[in-house]
């Protein structure tokens, strides 16, 4: 994996109103500092305000995979919101409270399948049954990205990023930081996967420190 990395300081991330961002069925969404945004036309209409909320937290992350529901992550809890119908519910069981800082919703054998982190570490599920990924434990995961085959997820923490190998059930995990890559820095905030016109893929990275690109 060749490091192309850029450090002028007007590509520095930081994060503003703005905290999430999500496509899904032709569905536009966005997470801002008071509540879930919904594209329609032309403008941002707020749908969610964190009073709105079945937990006493805010919205931190949004991501949707089948067109009836989009999942949130709140820092107290994982929701479930249904757009058509406006029903907002929450998730029981081990993440009914935790501290969730990004989602990732995919569709695996027409089933959907979430990859969720938290500020304890990364777990994988589908609303019901959870597994945690026992490398990143105590971790705060802070985003998430998979590739364009669905075979590789990059989990960006608070202390380097991670390569995992979705479809390898021993959870094999890669670790790069900034001793090892040539990663800006340490702290992940930011992760998106785009593939060329030649078919070459890129990884970019966002940190405090600057942007790192990845082929």
């Known amino acids: 994996m060749r ?12 994060r503003d109103s703005t905290q999430a961002i999500a496509l899904g069925n032709l569905q536009y969404w966005a997470v ?13 209409e707020k749908v969610l305000s964190n009073q709105d909320l079945s937990v006493r937290g805010w919205v931190q992350a949004v991501s ?61 599920g589908d609303s019901a049954n959870w597994e945690s990924v026992p490398d990143l434990e105590n971790r705060t995961i802070t985003t998430l990205a998979l590739d364009s085959h669905g075979n590789v997820l990059w989990v960006g923490t608070d202390r380097g990023l991670f390569r995992l190998f ?40 966002g940190t405090p420190c600057g942007l790192s690109c990845y082929t």
């Open 166 to 205: 979705v479809q390898d059930k021993s959870r094999k995990i890669d670790q790069f930081d900034v001793h090892n890559s040539g990663l800006a820095a340490n702290r992940v905030i930011a992760l998106a996967v785009n593939t060329d016109e030649s078919g070459e893929t890129k990884l970019w990275v």
């Open 64 to 124: 949707q995979a089948v067109r009836d529901r989009v999942w949130l992550g709140t820092s107290a809890g994982l929701l479930s919101y249904q757009p058509d119908t406006k029903q907002l519910s929450t998730v029981s069981g081990h993440l009914s409270n935790a501290d969730i800082r990004s989602v990732l919703a995919i569709v695996v054998d027409e089933s959907e399948l979430l990859l969720v982190g938290t500020s304890q570490g990364l777990y994988m």
């Open 32 to 44: 801002g500092l008071d509540g879930l945004y919904q594209h329609k036309g032309s403008v941002w």
């Open 3 to 14: 490091n192309v990395r850029i450090s002028l300081r007007l590509l520095k991330f930081y």
